[in-house]
């Protein structure tokens, strides 16, 4: 099994940034995408970016432009840098990884983190 460990949240500014880690241990070799998810209140949870092991990315409309996800396959970790922070982007944000036919769809991912919260303020 794969465990999944994230970090880097935090209370934020509009317009401000933030850098989410997530790291992995156990099978990685389960996990040919990674991606980070998340969930607002009484939202339901959406899949804004995903990196194959290749590095071929994909972003949410939402994001596109604001976050950009990477990979350090040394180190069994992906970021999730997000800049042009909005009051919207605040959500619990949640690693995930495994082997999706679609990278963007949320329910094909085998592993999940905990989660880690991020706030926007106005």
């Known amino acids: 099994q794969v465990q999944l460990v994230e970090s880097g949240g935090g209370l934020v500014q509009a317009g401000g940034s933030l850098r989410l880690s997530c790291a992995a241990s156990g099978s990685i070799h389960l996990l040919v995408t990674m991606g980070w998810a998340r969930q607002a209140p009484g939202k339901q949870r959406e899949q804004v970016a995903a990196?194959?092991?290749?590095?071929?990315?994909h972003y949410g409309d939402s994001v596109k432009g604001r976050f950009t996800i990477s990979r350090d396959n040394a180190k069994d970790t992906w970021y999730l840098e997000m800049n042009s922070l909005k009051p919207e982007d605040s959500a619990i944000y949640y690693c995930?990884?495994?082997?999706?036919?679609?990278?963007?769809?949320?329910?094909?991912?085998?592993?999940w983190g905990q989660g880690t919260q991020v706030a926007v303020s106005s």
């Open positions: 990196i194959s092991k290749t590095g071929a990315t």
């Open positions: 995930n990884g495994g082997y999706p036919m679609n990278p963007m769809a949320l329910l094909e991912y085998h592993f």
